[in-house]
């Protein structure tokens, strides 16, 4: 069963590259959304991983803003793009992943180097200009994948992005779940674990649900970056329904792709 699946994940990541590839030159913003959403969705289904949105918005629905949420998986991406496609910042390691990497690029993806300086300017001009087109920007202040049941201290430089376009903040707050709605461990992408084995175990799993709470807007006229960050971890930490916090403090000076990376080695 577990070859089948794979087969079938195999089939679709060529399928995306040729939507990307053949279909993507000769399409419009809207129907390269509409290809992402779906291919998304489908790929969801392929890993067995069922979709589950709350929205507590409460019908104020900003038109634009820039989106963040805590980091788990590979997945995540995915999940978020089956819902509404947006432009993630990831670290530039994922371009190097098979498949994954190159239908990332074609879809948008704004990759981050660690440690540079310059880089995170050209991508913060990059970002502010974006969301003033309209565009629907992501990122994961995390800065790498937490196992769950834990939330990482938020980087608050690229939050400042926000500010610039004069966009709200809007915290999603991730979740995997298993048939007793306890968080499934097969979703976890930490420590030594390549993508390779991520993916197997997902693909093992049964009974996986990833649970995408949609959690009100965070206006950002007049607020420092460094509240900001500190506020979409409150909103996330209860959205997931986290009791307690460690302590929330986001450094303002190290972007998300310039922490430390247990992972960057095996990914």
């Not at 913003?29 to 979709?51: D, F, K, M, P």
């Not at 963040?68 to 991406?77: E, F, G, M, P």
């Not at 916090?245 to 992972?263: G, R």
Request: hydrophobic content about 45%; some cysteine; aromatic content about 8%.
């Amino acid at each position: 069963m577990i070859y089948f699946r794979l087969l079938r994940l195999i089939v679709h990541l060529f399928v995306g590259m040729g939507i990307c590839a053949f279909l993507f030159p000769f399409t419009d913003a809207a129907g390269r959304e509409s290809y992402t959403r779906r291919w998304s969705h489908r790929l969801l289904g392929i890993c067995g991983v069922q979709l589950r949105v709350h929205d507590q918005r409460q019908g104020h629905i900003p038109p634009r803003a820039l989106i963040v949420a805590n980091h788990v998986s590979w997945l995540d991406i995915f999940v978020v793009n089956s819902l509404q496609p947006c432009r993630f910042v990831a670290k530039s390691d994922i371009r190097s992943w098979p498949f994954i990497g190159w239908l990332c690029a074609k879809t948008g993806t704004i990759f981050i180097s660690r440690g540079k300086a310059s880089d995170v300017r050209r991508i913060f001009k990059g970002l502010v200009s974006s969301m003033e087109a309209g565009e629907r920007v992501a990122f994961f202040p995390e800065g790498t994948t937490a196992a769950q049941g834990s939330l990482l201290p938020f980087h608050a430089n690229l939050f400042e992005a926000a500010i610039d376009a004069k966009v709200p903040v809007q915290p999603y707050a991730l979740r995997y779940l298993d048939r007793n709605e306890q968080l499934h461990p097969a979703a976890d992408f930490i420590g030594d674990m390549t993508i390779a084995q991520s993916i197997i175990a997902i693909l093992e799993a049964r009974g996986l649900t990833a649970e995408l709470t949609l959690l009100p807007a965070i206006e950002t006229d007049g607020v420092h970056r460094r509240d900001l960050a500190i506020s979409a971890r409150a909103a996330i930490a209860g959205g997931l329904g986290y009791a307690t916090l460690t302590p929330d403090a986001a450094p303002a000076d190290n972007p998300p792709a310039a922490t430390a990376d247990p992972q960057a080695a095996t990914r």
